[in-house]
C-alpha cells in the first residue's frame, strides 16, 4: 500500500505561483509513476501532469503547458508540482496520485493510490 499526502495548497492571486507537494509513505515511490489530477467544481477530474518512476518521462496538460512542472525527488519520496502564471481556471482540488504503470495516468481509470487533495483557489 502507497498513502500519499498532499499539502502546499491555497489561495493565490492571478498570476501568482503556488508549490504543491505530495508525500508518500508505507511504500517508496521510486518504482511508480505520480501523477497530479484536478476536480473543479461541477466537473469531472481530470488529468494534469505525470512523471515516470526516473524523472525521465514527464507529461502535462495542454491547458497548463509551460506554466506547471512536475518534478520528483525519490530519496526524500516526494513528488512536486510547481505552478506558475496560475489562472482563475486553476482553481480545484489537486490529487496526487500513483500506479506502477506510467502510461496509465492519463485517467483515473485504474489508478489504485491517491491522495485526499489540497484546494487551489486563484482569484482574479
Known amino acids: 500500500q502507497v498513502q500519499l499526502v498532499e499539502s502546499g495548497g491555497g489561495l493565490v492571486q492571478a498570476g501568482g505561483s503556488l508549490r504543491l507537494s505530495c508525500a508518500a509513505s508505507g511504500r517508496s515511490l521510486s518504482n511508480y509513476a505520480v501523477g497530479w489530477f484536478r476536480q473543479a467544481p461541477g466537473k469531472e477530474r481530470e488529468f494534469v501532469a505525470r512523471i515516470n518512476w526516473s524523472g525521465g518521462f514527464r507529461d502535462y496538460v495542454d491547458a497548463v503547458k509551460g506554466r506547471f512542472t512536475i518534478s520528483r525527488d525519490n530519496f526524500k519520496n516526494t513528488v512536486t508540482l510547481q505552478m506558475n502564471s496560475l489562472k482563475p481556471e486553476d482553481t480545484a482540488v489537486y490529487y496526487c496520485?500513483?500506479?506502477?504503470?506510467?502510461?496509465?495516468?492519463?485517467?483515473?481509470?485504474?489508478?489504485?493510490?491517491w491522495g485526499k487533495g489540497t484546494l487551489v483557489t486563484v482569484s482574479s
Open positions: 496520485a500513483s500506479t506502477n504503470e506510467y502510461e496509465r495516468l492519463k485517467t483515473i481509470d485504474g489508478v489504485p493510490y
